[in-house]
């Protein structure tokens, strides 16, 4: 039997991709209308908020750690959580959980090195594009980075949580992600991290300047592997 998924959750738009991908992608593996039995939790996206704009990390890790421990008494036998930024608290609380994790910028990581890319422009929150998480998995895996300017990044934090996290899509900002990953390749990078779970639902990889990585995608489908083994 498929081991059972348990979906720590933040915000909708991103948790909701990354279930309808694990059950979608498990079919290939499980046949029509297969997939691992799946359990997801979420306490109120304002919680995570609050404790992220108050910086306090190990918090937002006891949170995750508190949904952690919900998916395993539904009987969960490992954990994913859909959303990049959050991982700073998991970083710091991992060890205490009542079950596994797969981390999402391990996951980045391990498909960047397979697909042989060296340099990654990491895009996201303004937390996570100046925080530890994706340095720390991409330095393990012997892979470099860049983040944005601080204007630019600024602004994809704007339409992080002023419009995608609210489901809200505009050409307009998908021409800027696209005009930002332009500029990480003139310095030299040669794919683009979609680190928030959002992005991937605006960008597209055909008319990006970059090869994409989607965190979201990419932790989907390693969860379907350690589910079926």
């Known amino acids: 039997m498929a ?56 918090a937002v890790g006891r949170l995750m750690l508190a949904s952690a421990r919900i998916v395993a008494q539904a009987g969960a036998d490992f954990a994913v959580s859909p959303d990049n930024t959050i991982h700073q608290g998991l970083d710091l609380v991992r060890d205490r959980s009542a079950i596994p994790w797969l981390h999402i910028a391990e996951c980045v990581g391990e498909e960047a090195k397979g697909r042989g890319f060296t340099h990654l422009g990491v895009l996201g929150t303004k937390y996570l594009m100046t925080g530890p998480v994706y340095p720390r998995a991409l330095k393990a895996a012997g892979i470099a980075w860049e983040i944005p300017e601080e204007r630019d990044r600024a602004r994809i934090d704007d339409i992080i949580f002023k419009e995608l996290v609210n489901g809200v899509f505009t050409e307009q900002s998908r021409l800027y992600f696209n005009e930002v990953v332009g500029k990480l ?18 960008v597209k990889p055909e008319d990006c300047p970059l090869p994409t990585l989607d965190s979201t995608r990419l932790l989907a489908r390693a969860a379907i592997r350690r589910a079926i083994g």
Request: net charge negative.
């Open 3 to 58: 081991k059972h998924i348990g979906i720590v959750a933040c915000s909708a738009e991103g948790a909701a991709l990354c279930y309808t991908t694990i059950c979608t992608e498990a079919q290939r593996e499980m046949g029509e209308f297969g997939h691992p039995e799946i359990t997801m939790h979420t306490p109120p996206f304002a919680q995570y908020m609050k404790l992220i704009y108050a910086g306090d990390w190990e």
């Open 185 to 202: 390749k003139k310095r030299g990078c040669d794919a683009a991290v979609l680190g928030c779970t959002e992005i991937p639902l605006i």
